[in-house]
């Protein structure tokens, strides 16, 4: 996908810089060309204050996206999901993120899941960041239980994970 919009994108660093942050987001684009989220308009004005970028480029980045065959059915469709990792200690939740030596290997979310289920933890989310839209991909485990002892340094031992950030 990151490919694609680069592609698409490639005569306008500025609007390939709005897509990605679209992208990342999980912002969609609607039928009017304005950018929302779960069907809730965000005004041009913030994003653009948020990368620093004129409103005028996010406007003409969505209509672009609009325009476009192979993206404008994704941004259309595009849904934002609530990530619990931030309010995971208030929420009475535990959170942990693990970092892979290859995000782009198989099977990491799996074998994390397996040391995971094998303790009976109860999973409330997972989150993986897309190793073709992040420069830092990450898998983010929320539980519903306190970490139980051992956990962390049978993640560790995994061959596929760099590093363990709780």
């Not at 989220?37 to 204050?49: D, K, L, Q, R, S």
């Not at 289920?117 to 989310?125: C, V």
């Amino acid at each position: 996908m990151w490919s694609l919009i680069m592609k698409d994108f490639a005569d306008s660093p500025a609007q390939a810089r709005v897509a990605k942050f679209l992208l990342e987001n999980g912002f969609g684009v609607n039928d009017d060309g304005k950018v929302v989220a779960n069907g809730v308009e965000i005004p041009a004005t913030h994003i653009a204050a948020t990368i620093g970028a004129d409103r005028r480029v996010v406007d003409a980045t969505a209509r672009r996206i609009l325009s476009l065959e192979a993206l404008s059915p994704v941004f259309r469709n595009m849904r934002a999901t609530p990530d619990l990792s931030r309010v995971a200690e208030t929420l009475g939740l535990s959170a942990f993120t693990v970092i892979p030596k290859n995000a782009q290997e198989k099977g990491i979310i799996s074998a994390v899941m397996k040391v995971v289920s094998r303790r009976n933890l109860t999973i409330r989310q997972i989150f993986v960041t897309d190793p073709y839209f992040s420069e830092e991909p990450k898998l983010v485990v929320i539980i519903d239980e306190k970490v139980p002892r051992g956990l962390f340094e049978e993640i560790r031992s995994l061959p596929q994970v760099k590093q363990i950030i709780i």
